[in-house]
């Protein structure tokens, strides 16, 4: 029988250069699509939300979802349950750059903490915004097979435990836009066609009249990097869950069209502008001695487009990903050492690995045609 292994720390950081599932460039469609999650929010009948919650509640909460975890088959194998609040703040943040917990994790106070798969790539996380969020993840388009395990994980668990539900509204949430189905689908999308084409604001807003929202790089809060934008669907009340997920990867095959559309508008119009700028951003990955997070994605967004377009074979997207992860910032720390770190600007150190990357292979010329 599949279950939880025991709550502690993660064994071991990912910092051998494997991927997270969402960023292994594995999936359909991956050359917009880089991930899809889908999400489910979800309480206990008997306890109080976490937001009202006391101590001593959370961690009853805790310790019983722990339990049914650990007496549920689950479809995607065993689960490790890791106590965030025993994470040094540099492994916590680790775990959310690897998008296995949210920011607001960070913010939580008291009991918390998440059981994943061993690859990550499902993971329920404990006493968040609400008791229970069920997520997968992969990489590229997917929607229907990674709703299948997840809905799948959260019947295992709703047999050991009892949702807050109500006939008339559904699964009972913190936030009430999240109640009645409690599904979250969310996809991360490179759009760099669209924002160089000057397309990309309509699409948006057309999206947007569909009941799509528009996040940035690391979800909620955050801005947009590099031309990755994060889509989800507004409603989760008053459909069946299929039908949420059936209309919101419409409308993000339309905007896949889009972009493809605009990548070859661009090929055929500007051609030499655009390889003039993958290889300006190659140029300025190798040299530069000072490199912010928000630059990097910029600069590989462009090697991206460069080898989805056929202008650049220095590097695969398997690798920018790999490059992309490793310079993150809890990820940086953790590879050069914490006291490295603390004697290094992170800007630094983060210029320094990219040289280390892309020094390795000198440029090669190319007849832009």
């Given amino acids: 029988m599949s279950g939880v292994t025991g709550v502690k720390a993660p064994r071991r950081f990912r910092l051998d ?19 899809t999650r889908i999400r489910l929010a ?8 976490p937001a009202r919650a006391s101590a001593r509640d959370k961690q009853k909460v805790f310790k019983e979802v722990s339990a049914a975890l650990g007496g549920a088959a689950m479809p995607c194998g065993r689960f490790e349950v890791i106590n965030f609040g025993r994470l040094r703040k540099l492994e916590q943040h680790f775990l959310v750059e690897e998008r296995t917990v949210s920011v607001d994790m960070l913010k939580g106070e008291g009991e918390r903490g998440v059981a994943c798969d061993a690859t990550r790539k499902y993971c329920v996380m404990i006493n968040e915004e609400d008791h229970l969020r069920i997520q997968g993840m992969a990489s590229g388009f997917h929607t229907f097979d990674l709703w299948d395990v997840t809905s799948k994980v ?21 936030c009430p836009t999240n109640s009645g189905t409690g599904l979250r689908i969310s996809y991360l999308l490179h759009l760099p066609g669209l924002v160089l084409t000057k397309a990309i604001d309509p699409v948006l807003q057309g999206a ?4 799509i929202s528009t996040r940035g790089f690391f979800g909620e ?20 869950e299929t039908e949420f997920i059936e209309s919101t990867s419409k409308t993000i095959k339309e ?22 700028k993958v290889w300006r ?19 590989t967004s462009a090697l991206r487009l460069g080898i989805d377009c056929g202008l650049y074979e220095e590097r695969t997207v398997e690798d920018i990903n790999r490059l992309v992860v490793a310079c993150m910032p809890a990820h940086l720390r953790m590879s050069v050492g914490e006291r490295a770190a603390a004697a290094i600007e992170p800007d630094v150190a983060r210029a320094e ?15 832009i045609s």
């Fill in 208 to 211: 947007s009249q569909m009941g």
């Fill in 353 to 367: 690995a990219v040289q280390a990357v892309f020094g390795k292979k000198k440029r090669a010329g190319r007849k």
């Fill in 281 to 299: 951003a190659h140029g300025m990955l190798c040299n530069a001695r000072v490199l912010g997070f928000g630059e990097l994605l910029n600069l």
């Fill in 17 to 35: 250069g494997g991927m997270p599932a969402w960023l292994d460039n594995m999936g359909p469609d991956e050359d917009v699509v880089v991930s």
């Fill in 221 to 240: 809060h955050s801005e947009v990097a590099g031309n990755f934008f994060q889509l989800s669907n507004r409603a989760t009340m008053g459909a069946a």
């Fill in 255 to 276: 905007i896949i069209a889009h972009e493809r559309t605009a990548r070859e508008r661009l090929l055929r119009d500007a051609k030499l502008e655009l390889a003039d």
């Fill in 154 to 174: 959260d019947d295992c668990i709703g047999k050991g435990l009892k949702y807050a539900y109500s006939d008339r509204f559904g699964f009972l949430t913190s």
């Fill in 42 to 49: 979800r309480n206990l009948a008997v306890h109080k939300f």
